[in-house]
């Protein structure tokens, strides 16, 4: 099972998901996913970028949701295909 997710990664099927993250535009600083959070990102730092303080979009948000929906469909995708295959 892990042997399998990790040749998912490796081969790039989910690396885009799991390794795009989103840049500050400013500084091309990798967001954190906490910064990412409009609700937490505008109580800890006005929604801005902690180091250079451009503005944070709501498509880095975006990017950032589908990345992690599309992470998790893969590795359930890959949890479900075991189980077929097991059971
Ligand atoms: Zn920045």
Do not use: N
Request: charged share 15%.
């Amino acid at each position: 099972m892990a042997v399998g997710v990790q040749r998912l990664l490796d081969s790039g099927v989910a690396s885009g998901a799991l390794r795009g993250r989103s840049h500050c535009l400013g500084c091309h600083r990798t967001l954190r996913w906490y910064e990412l959070v409009p609700i937490a990102s505008y109580a800890v730092q006005g929604g801005r970028c902690r180091v250079c303080g451009a503005r944070i979009g709501r498509e880095a948000l975006v990017v950032e949701m589908v990345g992690a929906a599309a992470g998790a469909l893969v590795v359930l995708g890959v949890v479900g295909l075991v189980v077929l295959l097991a059971g």
